[in-house]
C-alpha cells in the first residue's frame, strides 16, 4: 500500500478549516496558484505558437506541408493521448515531483525545439515536448484542486480556467511578435521562459500531495485509453486532409470504438480500483461538465480558424494584426472565467453554464447575421466578444463540476479528464466545423466562376488563401471579391450550425445540468447512481472523509 508523505498534506476536496495550521496561507496560495498557471501558460502558448511559423519551418527546413503539420499535431497526439495515465502517476507518486519532472522535460524538449537542426530533431523534440506537457496540465489543475480549502477554490479554478481557454490567442499573439522580429526559433524561447519560472516557483512553494490507494495501477487501462484518445486524434487531424472514407482515415477509427469499448469494459470490471471508474459519468457533475467543455471547446476552435481565416483572407491583415484582434474576445473570456465562480456560488453551476451558453450562442448568431466583406472586423467584434463573456461563464463551472466529482485521490485523473476532453473537442471542432466552412466556401465559390479564367478557378477551389494569392498575381480584383464572398457565404454556415448545435446543449443542460452548485454531494449527483448498497460509488462521489483518511 503506497502511503501519504510523512509531512503534513495540504488540505484537499472537501478541505481544511481556514484556520487549520497545515494549510497553505494566503500569500503561499497565491504563489502557488501563480505556479501553476505559469507553467499552464507554457503549454498551452506551445500548442498554437507554431501555426504562424509555418511557411519559416517549411522553408528553413525543406519541409512538405503534411510534416510541417505533423510538427504541430505531433504534440498535440502525445499530450491527449498521455494525460489520463501520466495524471494517475501523479496522485499515486506525489503531485510536486511529477510537477517538477514535467516542467524539466517540458523545458529541455522546447529548448530542443528551439535548435533543430533537422525535421526529425525537431518531431523527436515536439513529441518530449508532449509528453512533459501530458504531465504539467493534469498536475496543475490537481494541485488547486487538493490544495486550495473551499471557500477559495472555485475562484483559482476560475483563474486556472481563463488561463487554459484564453493562453491560446496570447501564446499565438506572443508568437507572432518574435517570428515578425527574430525568427521561429525564438518561440521557444517563450516556453523554456515561462518553465524557468515555475520550475522555480514550484520548488520554493508548492505543496507535495499523495494519496493511498489499496489497489495496483491499472496498467490495461492506461494502455487501452492511450490507444483510444491517439486513433481518434489521428482520426479528427487525418479526417479532413486524407478524406473520412481514406483507409488510414477509417482504420483509425475502428481502432478507435474497439479500443473505447474495451476500455469501458475493463473499467466496469475494475469498478473503484479503476483508472476511471466509468460508472461516475451518471452523475449530473460528471457528465455535464464534459459534455458542456466537449462542445465548447469543439466550437470554440472551429470558429478561431474561421476568425484567422477571415481576418487575414477577408480584411487582408497580418498574422500578428489578426491575432491581436482576437485579443479582446481573450481577455473578456478570462475576466468572465474569474468571475462565474460567484455566479455559480449565488444560482448554481446549472445557471451560470446555461448563461454562458446562452452568450457563446448569440455571439455566434451575431457574427453570422452581420459578417461582410465590406463591414471587415467591425462587423464581427460585438458577436467575438458575448462569445468571450459566454466561454468563461460556461468552461469555469463545468470544470468545477469534474474535478469535484472525483474523490482527492482521483484528482489527478479528474483533472485529466477535463484536460482530455478539451483537447478532443478542440480537434473535434476543428474538424467538423472547418469541414461546414470547406464545403459551404466551395459551393459557393463554384457557382461564381464560370467566367473566370481556368487557373484562377482553380485556385479559387483549393481555398481563400490560394484564391488570395493567385488573385492578387493576376491582378483581377473581381476574382478576388467573389472569392471573399465565397468566404464569408461559407462562414455563415459554420457559424449558423455551431448556433445549432449550442441550443441543444443549452437544452442538454437545462435537462441534465448540476442541480445547484458544483461541489460533491447529492446536488451534484443522480440519485439514481448513489444507492447505500453501492460504498464505492458512494465514496468517489464525494465521501472526503472516507477518501482521504479523515
Known amino acids: 500500500m503506497k502511503t501519504n508523505d510523512p509531512a503534513p498534506e495540504p488540505a484537499g476536496l472537501g478541505g481544511g478549516a481556514p484556520g ?30 507554431l501555426n504562424v511559423a509555418q511557411p519559416d519551418l517549411a522553408v528553413d527546413f525543406g519541409a512538405s506541408q503534411t510534416t510541417v503539420l505533423w510538427f504541430i499535431n505531433v504534440y498535440t497526439l502525445t499530450l491527449a493521448a498521455l494525460l489520463l495515465p501520466l495524471g494517475a502517476v501523479g496522485d499515486r507518486v506525489g503531485r510536486k515531483p511529477m510537477l517538477v519532472v514535467g516542467l524539466v522535460v517540458f523545458g529541455v524538449a522546447s529548448a530542443a525545439a528551439g535548435l533543430a537542426p533537422s525535421s526529425e530533431i525537431m518531431l523527436a523534440a515536439r513529441m518530449l515536448s508532449g509528453v512533459g506537457a501530458a504531465v504539467i496540465m493534469p498536475i496543475t489543475l490537481a494541485v488547486i484542486t487538493s490544495t486550495f480549502p473551499d471557500d477559495k477554490r472555485g475562484q483559482a479554478i476560475g483563474i486556472w480556467t481563463g488561463v487554459a481557454g484564453g493562453g491560446g490567442i496570447l501564446g499565438m499573439f506572443l508568437s507572432a511578435v518574435l517570428v515578425d522580429v527574430a525568427s521561429w526559433r525564438w518561440l521557444f524561447a517563450l516556453p523554456v521562459a515561462l518553465i524557468v519560472v515555475a520550475l522555480v516557483m514550484t520548488l520554493r512553494s508548492v505543496p507535495n500531495s499523495r494519496e493511498r490507494h489499496d489497489a495496483g495501477f491499472d496498467t490495461i487501462g492506461a494502455l487501452t485509453s492511450v490507444v483510444a484518445v491517439s486513433s481518434f486524434i489521428i482520426v479528427l487531424q487525418e479526417g479532413p486532409e486524407r478524406g473520412w472514407s481514406d483507409a488510414v482515415t477509417v482504420a483509425g477509427l475502428v481502432v478507435g470504438l474497439v479500443s473505447t469499448s474495451a476500455f469501458v469494459v475493463w473499467e466496469l470490471r475494475r469498478g473503484a480500483a479503476a483508472l476511471l471508474d466509468v460508472r461516475l459519468f451518471g452523475t449530473r457533475g460528471l457528465s455535464a461538465g464534459s459534455v458542456v467543455l466537449l462542445v465548447v471547446f469543439g466550437v470554440q476552435a472551429g470558429v478561431f480558424v474561421v476568425l484567422f481565416l477571415f481576418l487575414q483572407s477577408v480584411v487582408g491583415w497580418s498574422a500578428l494584426l489578426s491575432t491581436l484582434a482576437m485579443m479582446p474576445m481573450a481577455v473578456l473570456m478570462m475576466v468572465a472565467s474569474a468571475l462565474a465562480p460567484r455566479l455559480s456560488s449565488r444560482f448554481g453551476a446549472r445557471v451560470s453554464m446555461g448563461a454562458g451558453i446562452l452568450l457563446f450562442a448569440a455571439g455566434l448568431a451575431a457574427m453570422a447575421g452581420t459578417v461582410s466583406v465590406d463591414g471587415g472586423y467591425p462587423s464581427i467584434l460585438p458577436g467575438m466578444l458575448a462569445m468571450g463573456v459566454g466561454m468563461g461563464l460556461a468552461m469555469t463551472p463545468s470544470t468545477e463540476s469534474i474535478t469535484s466529482s472525483l474523490p482527492r485521490e482521483r484528482q489527478g485523473v479528474a483533472s485529466a479528464l477535463n484536460d482530455v476532453t478539451r483537447e478532443l473537442g478542440t480537434a473535434l471542432g476543428v474538424a467538423l466545423l472547418g469541414g461546414l466552412l470547406t464545403a459551404g466556401y466551395r459551393d459557393a465559390v463554384e457557382d461564381t466562376m464560370e467566367s473566370v479564367p481556368p487557373r484562377l478557378a482553380d485556385a479559387a477551389l483549393q481555398g481563400i488563401a490560394p484564391a488570395v494569392e493567385a488573385a492578387g498575381d493576376a491582378g483581377e480584383q473581381h476574382v478576388l471579391e467573389l472569392a471573399q464572398q465565397a468566404f464569408v457565404q461559407g462562414w455563415q454556415s459554420a457559424m449558423w450550425a455551431g448556433v445549432a448545435v449550442m441550443g441543444a446543449l443549452f437544452l442538454y443542460v437545462v435537462l441534465r445540468g448540476p442541480r445547484h452548485g458544483t461541489g460533491p454531494g447529492p446536488d451534484t449527483t443522480d440519485d439514481a447512481v448513489v444507492r447505500p448498497s453501492q460504498p464505492a460509488t458512494r465514496s468517489a462521489l464525494g465521501a472526503e472523509s472516507a477518501a482521504s483518511g479523515g
Not at 496561507?25 to 505558437?49: D, F, K, N, P, W
Open 20 to 49: 487549520d495550521p497545515d494549510m497553505p496561507g494566503s500569500r503561499q496560495l497565491r504563489t502557488i496558484l501563480v505556479a501553476v498557471c505559469v507553467a499552464l501558460m507554457a503549454v498551452i502558448a506551445s500548442v498554437s505558437g
